[in-house]
Each structure stands twice: as C-alpha cells, then as structure tokens.
C-alpha cells in the first residue's frame, strides 16, 4: 500500500491485526539409496525423499544427508566426486559402516547439528565446518581427512561415544573444541609448535556423564580449560609405554606465570583423583616418573610426563635442576618448574629428598654420570639441611633428628 499527498493537511493511515510471517525450510532429509559403484554427484538420482522419490543432490540448498541400513543391494562406500555441501549429516546403519571418501565436505550445520551419528561410520574426506555446531556422537565415528574450523566458530561434542581426529588440522583464530560428554581422540596435532588458533575446552553434562579427551599425539592449543563439574572430565596424555616415548601438551594463551600455576592446579587434580584434570594412563609403564609443567623459552607452558626431578623438562635430572630447586628452597606459590615436585605448591625438603632420590636418572631409564663436583653439591646442600645424600639414585636417609621428629608428630594428642 503506497500514499503520496501533495496537500500539507491531508494524510491516510493503514492498520494490520493479526499479522504473522512463517518461513518455510527449504532443506530435505534425504536418504542414500544407491548400489555399488555409485557416487555422490550432483548429476545422479541416488538419494531418496520423504515420498519414496529418487532424487538429485542439491549443494545450493544444502539439503541432509542420512545413511541408514538399506539392504545388501546398498554401497557401504560412498564416494565423493567433489567438493559436497550438506546441512547436517546423520549415520543410523546399525551394524553397517558407511565410509565417506574423495572430494570434500562442507558442513552448514542445519539447525545448530553438523553431524549424528548412532551407527559406526569414517570419513576419509576433508570436512569443512560454515558455522558453529554440534555433533552429537553415540558411536564411534573417525576423521582422517583434513578437519577445517573457521575463525570464531566452536565444534561441540556431545554424546556417549567416541570422535576421533587424524587428519591434518587447519583452523582459524579463536575457533574451539567443546567436549561436553564422551570422548574425543586426537590422533593429529590441532595446532604447531610455532603457535595455536584453536582452543579445547572440557566441561560436564546435564546426564553428568563423563568428558575424555585421549591423545594419540602431541598436541598445540591457544588454550585449554578443563571443569570441574558432576561426572568426569580430564585429558589423558596417554604416552606410549616404549622407553622414552611420551605425549605432550603445549598451551600459548596469556601469560605463561599464571598460565603455568593453572595448569599446575591441573595437573594436581589428576593425582588426587583419577581421570580428572590432566593425567596419563601411560605413566605406570615409566619408572621414577610423573608429570611436570614448565615455560618454555618459546613463549608456551608445556605439560609432559618426565623423571622426577626434572624441573626444565629436558627428560634428565641434571646440576641444572638442583641448582633450580635449590634457588627457590622455601619459596611457596610455586610450581613444578620452580621444585614443586610434591604439587603441595612449596619447596621443601621433600621435593630436594625427590630430585636427589633420582639424580642422574632420565625419562628414557639411562642413568647419567655425575661428577664429583655436582655430586658434592647435593651433599653439601643435604647435610646444611639436615639430611645424607649416600649415593645418586639411592634413597636418602634421614637424620636421627629428623626421623624423632617425625615420631613425635605421629603421637597422639594429650
């Protein structure tokens, strides 16, 4: 309705009551319903409607792709034959394992969901995210083609099953993965050594059902928060148990002193409670060993399983990390780097009785030389705090003053 006037005193108004506006969705879920052989294109009618009618995928819409078990006459592989774009994607084949390979997928993820699955299913294809979203796994479902988040987007995992990474990552600045249940694996570094875009965040449930993050690789996060909330959430470095062999974590977020106090604190919520906080389930397999922490001179705080006493994380416990220790002796607010070894956050005679327990020692189960010079330090250090140093690699007995004390402190109280 359109009203022009050329009189300064004359005017019309028009009223509307009980005006809605309903937008119509213009995706289909579409079935695969195709033999051996054939291929995801856009020329050919291998996809199934809601009216039983064989129709022709439409990239510009983009409609969902569901796979389902459709009988024996069905391909398991369905190949694409370039670049795919798709709503959402759902697997719901039962026993069958679809398998998506070739050309590339590019996931709008229709109605906040980029992918459910519910069946066992891998995609060997690159898979670029538009938006963020969802995937909702309750199987196990692997990637191992290239993985793309742009910059801003979050990637959030939910359900009880298993995700897993392999493929080379690329992804934009202040992108995120969110593990809210289940459990991913990585299998391929999110990020580089040089730096990370991507950020991992582990958070609890409303089934307060537990969050896992496994790796199978050394891995590079702008940052990393875990919760602390009903159920579990931890991630698990999960070193291999060959000698020398470990799993890494390299954080570059913010300020790498309070960056490495957090990440302490995590760290110490794995030892007190079992898979919660960063832990490795690899550990057991490394004598004389536990998890450390420390800045690195590359501007990144790195978490690692090493020998006990080995405060820079060079994999050996040296002169250098008793001079570490002893420079911070009685300090408190501290960490792992400083001679934290106990994660009580002080340095005390206990973390020394530790460093000194392992001199020589390294992560790989070589033993080092000491010279006397070293050697006469850790004694010199022992003695001047009431303690014997026999040997390097042999326990350290304490002093008849100190083992009295201790006595008296376990005597009940009057």
């Known amino acids: 309705w359109q009203y022009n006037s050329t009189q300064l005193s004359n005017g019309q108004g028009l009223g509307i009551d009980n005006f809605s506006l309903t937008a119509i969705n213009s995706q289909q879920e579409l079935q695969w319903d195709a033999p051996p052989g054939a291929s995801w294109d856009s020329s050919s009618s291998n996809w199934k409607n809601a009216a039983s009618a064989h129709v022709i995928w439409n990239d510009n819409t983009p409609d969902n792709a569901k796979f389902i078990d459709a009988g024996p006459g069905m391909t398991d592989v369905v190949e694409l034959t370039s670049t795919r774009r798709a709503g959402h994607i759902t697997f719901d084949a039962g026993s069958r394992n679809y398998t998506l390979r070739g050309g590339s997928l590019q996931l709008t993820g229709g109605g906040g969901v980029g992918i459910t699955a519910f069946s066992d299913a891998q995609i060997q294809s690159g898979v670029q995210i538009i938006v963020s979203q969802t995937w909702d796994i309750a199987s196990t479902l692997s990637i191992s083609g290239p993985l793309n988040l742009p910059a801003g987007a979050t990637l959030k995992k939910k359900g009880a099953g298993s995700l897993v ?50 790796l199978n690789a050394d891995e590079d996060f702008a940052n990393l928060n875990i919760f602390s909330e009903p159920g579990k959430q931890g991630l698990d470095l999960s070193s291999p148990s060959s000698p020398g062999a470990y799993r890494s974590v390299r954080v570059h977020f913010g300020d790498p002193a309070n960056l490495k106090v957090f990440l302490s604190g995590l760290i110490r919520r794995g030892r007190d409670n079992s898979g919660e906080g960063i832990y490795d389930s690899g550990l057991a397999a490394h004598l004389g060993s536990t998890i450390g922490v420390a800045a690195m001179p590359g501007g990144y705080v790195q978490v690692r399983p090493t020998r006990i006493g080995d405060l820079n994380l060079d994999g050996q416990v040296t002169i250098s990390d008793f001079i570490d220790l002893s420079s911070n002796f009685g300090r408190t607010n501290v960490t792992w780097q400083e001679g934290d070894m106990n994660f009580d956050g002080s340095v005390t005679i206990s973390d020394f009785i530790d460093l000194a327990s392992n001199f020589g020692g390294t992560y790989s189960g070589q033993t080092l030389p000491v010279s006397p010079a070293d050697q006469q330090a850790l004694d010199e250090f022992a003695a001047s705090h009431g303690v014997l140093v026999p040997e390097p690699g042999r326990l350290l007995v304490l002093l008849p003053a100190l083992v009295l004390l201790g006595r008296r402190r376990l005597q009940s109280p009057k």
């Open 165 to 214: 990474l392999s493929g080379i990552q690329s992804n934009g600045s202040n992108s995120k993965i969110d593990v809210t249940e289940g459990t991913l694996r990585l299998a391929a570094n999110v990020g580089n050594i040089s730096g990370s875009t991507l950020s991992l965040t582990i958070r609890g449930n409303p089934n307060n059902t537990d969050s896992l993050v496994i």
